[in-house]
């Protein structure tokens, strides 16, 4: 085992996860323990899960296997997040060397698993609170992320799509007071950050526990945060989404030119079976309001092919839908089967190969409508906020506003920090990125 009080942590998963991670590690820093940069370092080997899809799932098991040798030399095995919750007790079966298993909800509870985890216990769960539990993030989130910082507005998820997993593991909505949410903006701007996202598995469905502030209106006073230059917000559901919220990225300049908008699938038939709550027409009624705003807005969505009883006329009905809406970009998912969801109980009708077939065909589709769209960015200059380098190709890595990535040269000796703005003239395009210089 190595010396002092170790911990390696591997994040599976969504930005939701992401953002946990910082909460759990900021704890584990609190208890004295050192974050390492591998499994073979660590006292305490954690990993944060998804459970999203099947595939998620499976590449923790893999994981854990590949880890498990080490169980031998004294470290021990953690299970956090959404596989955690979901799975619950069945994980010790599974995999026998972990000793501690922990949903979202019980972090709070952390160091006390901890103490009991160093005493020599075998056999450690949190997994109560799922309805109530708050992770809000506190004092101790050790924010790894150096140029973005993320404030969780709304855990957990009401809204029982019939494929998804969160509400299982996640538990019922709950939202946090916008004060609080507001004094954690301050708290980030005094940090240094310009950049903050908002995250909840649905944004839209906010409700001020303190009856306040709308969603929009709580965006707008996060957007006027002094020191904050770029606000962003995931996920909307396309249900709740309302026109105020285009009002307020036209109002607040600080607001990204960014909406991502789940579809999930075109035909109003599949969105009823999978309980979306809106119609193919609804969702374009949605999309016309951005499309109207003052700015233009970049939009990006997920879909999922080949839900049980997806019909090739459902699928074109999707087809016809990108080419309607011209998204900025697209995540692209076959459907898998989640234990507990409605979903699972229906008949799982496409077969693996037309789940990929119909993948190709959308993705494809998708690559050629950005070669399009983002061709036409060529000769702009926009402000572009640089995450990071890439030594290989000795260029900068950057978002704009609209949250394309920037990959850009830069004349001065000095590489810029991450975090920092430049404005950059776009020179070059392709289907997932913009090409440039800085001015
Ligand atoms: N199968 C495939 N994709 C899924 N997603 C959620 N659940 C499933 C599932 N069972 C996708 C949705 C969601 C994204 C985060 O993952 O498109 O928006
Ligand atoms: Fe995965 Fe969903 Fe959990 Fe995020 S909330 S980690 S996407 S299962």
Redesign the pocket.
Known sequence: MATGKTFYLKTFG?QMNAHDSEKVIGTLEQQGYRQVESEEEAGLILYNTCS??DKAEQKVFNRLNDAKKLFKTGARFGVLGCVAQQQGEKIFERAPFVSLVSGSASYRNLPKMLARLEAGERRITGLDGCQSGETFETGFTARQNPYRGYITIIEGCDNFCS???VPYARGRERSRGSASVLAEARRIADLGYTEIQLLGQNVNSYRDPEGKRSFAELLAAVGEVAGIRRVRFM?SHPRDFTREIVQAIDAVPTLCDHVHL?V?SGSSRILQLMNRGYTREDYLERVSWIKAARRPIALST???VGFPGETPSDFNATMELLAQVEYDSL?G??????PD?PASTMADSVSESEKAARLQVLLDRQRESQRISYSKQLGQILEVMVEGVNPAREQIIGRSSQNKPVNFTCAQPITPAPGSYLQVKITATHPNSLAGEAV
């Open positions: 969504c999203v899809r494929y998804c997993v996920t789940p999930q997920d879909i999922i995540f998912y076959k459907y898998s089967s989640r969801t």
